[in-house]
């Protein structure tokens, strides 16, 4: 197999690279101003904010790949040519790393695929892929496929075309799809026993660095998405709450986060700030984008339920970590919403699955600094455990 790994390889292996136009910088954040980071007494802010600010100024392809008679498989979607001789999947900005690539190719759907060729359907006409790895977690879908779609509108390559999404898919992707402007109608699901061959195939780039996102382009889709959202739900309620999700590991299985005391946490929080509990899972995609749009704090374990941010005027968030956790998605997210970070490091208790413990005082400490009324300069709230929770 032959992994061409470089945008200078396009002529000898046959793909196109269709760069963006001006008005959207290939650096990601080169003003990079965000203020909001609050310091916490066990979490290592000073460096998570060296590097976050590091990957701000850092340049990115911003555009997107066309192939021609190309093959797509998996849920993924393995992009490949010639019974995978040649597999395009390591490209800058297709969001793919070996560890990927390795998974998909020893899975036993995708090899019984390629061992059978004639259950390869050819497709006329255009396409965009809407796949990669992290497009079954609700999270990555929410922020990277809606940057992506947004993307490919903006080049306005998108016009006559069809939309490739995983299969088997899940109503909150149709939901986030439908929030992009995108009906079933338009799309035809890739599962991993599935293989077509596309006259032309679109892909727009993962325009973000895990989590630190293009500036321009996320503010620009952040905002159709609120507006579209706001034009569904109506008038926000005159009251911001204060708000819980709680996580529930779904997609990421294999590396899952939890706090071990979360019933005491949310009991004490309910009780000393009046914050609201409540299980995302239980509600429609509409109602959870109500909760976040109506917020003025949001806090929760590290997950994808936090991205839900998004949708929010500025809401302030607490995250709860395992320590050594560096998830960028969280203040990058905040960085174009304008809300303030907090984010607490509690201890391991066991790896392999997962688990942690917070110092209930800090959190607690943590959350009566988010409600100060002003808003704080960055690393200007010290926040130090106490002991009377």
């Known amino acids: 197999m032959i992994f061409p790994t470089s945008l200078g390889q396009s002529e000898q292996y046959d793909f196109e690279f269709i760069e963006a136009g001006p008005d959207l910088p290939r650096v990601l954040d080169e003003v990079c101003d965000y203020s909001g980071l609050l310091k916490i007494d066990n979490f ?5 904010f060296a590097e976050f600010q590091l990957r701000c100024r850092m340049s990115q392809p911003v555009g997107a790949y066309r192939f021609r008679d190309a093959d797509v498989t998996n849920g993924w979607m393995l992009i490949s040519k010639n019974e995978c001789e040649l597999v395009y999947n390591l490209l800058p900005g297709m969001g793919w790393d070996k560890t990927h690539l390795d998974q998909v190719l020893a899975d036993e759907s995708f090899r019984s695929v390629q061992t059978q060729p004639e259950r390869r359907q050819r497709l006329p006409g255009k396409y965009v892929v809407l796949g990669c790895p992290g497009v079954f977690t609700y999270g990555h879908f929410l922020v990277d496929i809606s940057i992506r779609i947004q993307l490919v509108k903006e080049m306005a390559l998108h016009a006559g075309a069809k939309y490739l999404i995983p299969a088997p898919t899940h109503p909150w992707q149709l939901a986030i799809l439908e929030v992009a402007g995108i009906s079933p109608d338009d799309c035809v699901a890739v599962g991993n026993a599935d293989s077509f061959q596309l006259e032309e195939m679109l892909v727009p780039v993962v325009t973000g ?6 500036r ?3 503010q620009r889709t ?4 609120k507006e579209v959202m706001n034009n569904i739900a109506g008038p926000k309620s005159s009251e911001r709450s204060l708000i819980f999700p709680l996580h529930t590991t779904m997609s990421s299985v294999h590396h899952p986060r939890g706090v071990e005391q979360r019933d005491l946490i949310v009991r004490t929080l309910q009780k000393d700030f009046g914050v609201e509990a409540f299980d995302p899972l239980q509600l429609s995609f509409a109602q959870q984008v109500d909760k976040f749009r109506n917020a003025r704090l949001v806090v929760g374990e590290d997950s994808s339920a936090l991205h839900n941010i998004l949708w929010s005027d500025g809401a302030d968030l607490a995250v709860m970590a395992p320590k050594g956790q560096f998830n960028y998605y969280h203040i990058g997210l905040q960085a174009i919403d304008g809300g303030r970070t907090a984010i607490l490091w509690g201890d391991v208790t066991d790896q392999e699955r997962g688990r942690f413990q917070m110092n209930l005082d800090s959190l607690c400490t943590t959350v009566e600094g988010l409600l100060r009324e002003h808003r704080a300069p960055e690393f200007d709230i010290p926040l130090i ?4 929770h």
């Open 385 to 388: 455990a106490g002991s009377s």
């Open 216 to 218: 321009v382009l996320a």
């Open 44 to 48: 290592d802010a000073e460096s998570y």
């Open 209 to 214: 660095l895990n989590g630190v996102l293009n």
């Open 222 to 225: 952040f905002r159709r998405m």
